[in-house]
């Protein structure tokens, strides 16, 4: 540790700033005396830091001023959500278990999951933007859940936080080598997709703000056209998403009709599929190589007939797509199955002779409970036999070793 980072007085815990945008971090500034004309500079140097380089103390943070390095200690942390726990997949897929530091005092801290996928090309971080989520899709896990909050941006710039620093993902740590050497080498997070819990277009503005920390050039410097959110089909936010946050599109459609998709994606009947494609249509951008990704959960004898992936084609003709084929993640007490793997193929070669780039969606991390719709869930159940388990004097210590 630093000789300026402080101890913390006790009382209240400080307030963190990892996470924060630059009108936060301009706020904050302000709130310690700041002169207006310094606040841009200050907010670029903190940026630097806390983005580029991933500090997560002050006294780190040598273009400032001593004195105005301990005032900002004194005042503010930088912690990051808290691990909880950490799973490290047979495949290399890594899930944490997050904690949110407390929003006051009769918060006790809300937990979120965020997984790593590493590929030959790229990797990828899922991130969750809501605990539970209001939608009720028939196959998802977090269906079942309720909503318990939204998250706020930092909350979600948070969840990369966390995985640069376990990783070793900032230039200069980790990998070897100085900061300068490796400042263009390629990062182990390349892509992040908002598929964790949550539908990231019910909680618009702090999606938003996120996503512009995100891909600030001077910080975290993630480019929008690597990131993707998903969505269910919020259809009249999808032109905002398209103008306003500017990433790449992912639509679960999972369904061909619509009162198939009235079952598994109930928010269908508010939005059937005319209205969610013609929105599609009109997202911005869209050319060739900026394709919407169209995600398909392959679910046994509901939605993967030869003629569903033939009417999947029609319905999609102009739309400059990708379909996504996603093998159903079964979860205890659903009623689904996943298809059977000679069924997805035949499928998926229906899809490619049309024409469409139809790659299925390997199962990555299930060892670890890490794959879609899965997410946090079991977490929960594990805990709910702990505390039965606990009630009723059985020692729950074997019982998390086996999943820790
Ligand atoms: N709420 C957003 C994003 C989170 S879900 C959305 O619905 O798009 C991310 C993806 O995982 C969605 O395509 C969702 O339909 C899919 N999914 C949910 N549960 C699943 C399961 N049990 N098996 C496979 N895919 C699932
Ligand atoms: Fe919510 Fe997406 Fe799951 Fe539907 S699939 S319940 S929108 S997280």
Sequence with gaps: MSALAQVAPAGPPLTSLAGGGRAELAARLRELGVPAREQRMRVGQLWHWMYHRGATEFGAMTTIGKEMRAELARSFSLERPRIVSEHISSDGTRKWLLRMPPKGPRDTGVEIETVYIPEVD??????????????????CHTGTQRLVRNLDASEIVGQLLVARDQLGDWPGTGRGGDGAALADA???????VFMGMGEPLYNFDAVKEAVETIA??????????????????????????????????????HAVRDELRDELVPLNKKYPIS??????????????????????????????TDADARELVRLLRGVPAKINLIPFNPWPGTRYECSSWNRIEAFSEIVFNAGYASPIRTPRGRDILAA?????????????RARLMLESGIGAEGMFASSE
Excluded: H, W
């Excluded at 989520?133 to 196959?139: A, E, I, K």
């Excluded at 169209?294 to 509901?302: D, R, S, W």
């Design 216 to 253: 600030d050039g001077e910080g975290l410097s993630l480019s929008r056209r690597r990131i993707t959110l998903s969505t269910s089909g919020v259809v009249p936010m999808i032109a905002r998403a398209g103008a306003e946050i500017g990433t790449m599109l992912a639509v679960s459609l």
């Design 372 to 384: 879609c719709g899965q997410l946090k869930s079991e977490t929960e159940k594990l805990r709910a």
């Design 186 to 192: 390629p990062r182990l997070i390349s892509n992040i």
């Design 122 to 139: 790229r990797g990828t971080l899922c991130v969750s933007s809501q605990v539970g989520c209001t939608l009720t899709c028939s196959f």
């Design 275 to 304: 209205t969610l494609l013609e929105a599609c249509r009109a997202y911005p951008g869209l050319s060739n190589a900026r394709r919407i990704t169209f995600e398909y959960v392959m679910l046994k004898g509901v939605n993967d």
